[in-house]
């Protein structure tokens, strides 16, 4: 009974916290602004935009190379020669990690580029990771352009 007491508790938190939240996102023209332009990304939902907004304000203010390290999505080499991806913040991969999981079922570009990889032989996670990275160099121009996302058009040939 105290278990369910307290799952019942830490539930009303969340809701309270997430409608807090939603308050300071709607009461801020820079962030409401930052939401939709996240949003327009197919594959970034409120929730994934908001945690974007939060941890990681760097966003369209670096490089493409910087924000890859931040999340570390991007492949360091060690001194074996092997690759890896490590460090970074471990939340906002995570959070990246599931909204890649699904553009690459219904974006377009992310889409191909996993379908791409996976015909080249890439494992699983090296193919999602990679999407990952891609997905965050997309948003991070988008931040940087104050441009919505646009699918390319498909070319009839």
């Known amino acids: 009974a105290s278990v369910r007491q307290t799952i019942r508790a830490l539930e009303r938190a969340l ?18 602004a930052r939401e939709d332009l996240l949003t327009s990304f197919q594959g970034i939902g ?9 941890r990681l304000d760097e966003l369209g203010r670096v490089s493409g190379r910087q924000i890859a390290a931040l999340v570390s ?6 001194e074996s020669g ?13 959070l990246l990690y599931m ?16 379908r791409k990889l996976k015909a080249a032989g890439k494992p699983t996670k090296v193919a999602l990771t990679a999407c990952m990275r891609h997905v965050l160099l997309i948003l991070n121009a988008m931040v940087k352009n104050n441009q919505r996302w646009q699918a390319p058009k498909p070319t009839t040939a």
């Open 73 to 78: 999505v991007a492949p360091f080499a060690q």
């Open 82 to 94: 092997r690759w890896h991806i490590r460090g970074g913040r471990a939340d906002v991969r995570a």
């Open 15 to 32: 809701a309270a916290l997430e409608d807090e939240t939603d308050r300071w996102i709607k009461d801020s023209p820079v962030w409401r």
């Open 99 to 114: 909204a890649t999981l699904t553009a690459a079922r219904c974006n377009p570009v992310i889409r191909a580029l996993y």
């Open 46 to 54: 409120p929730q994934t935009a908001r945690t974007l907004i939060a």
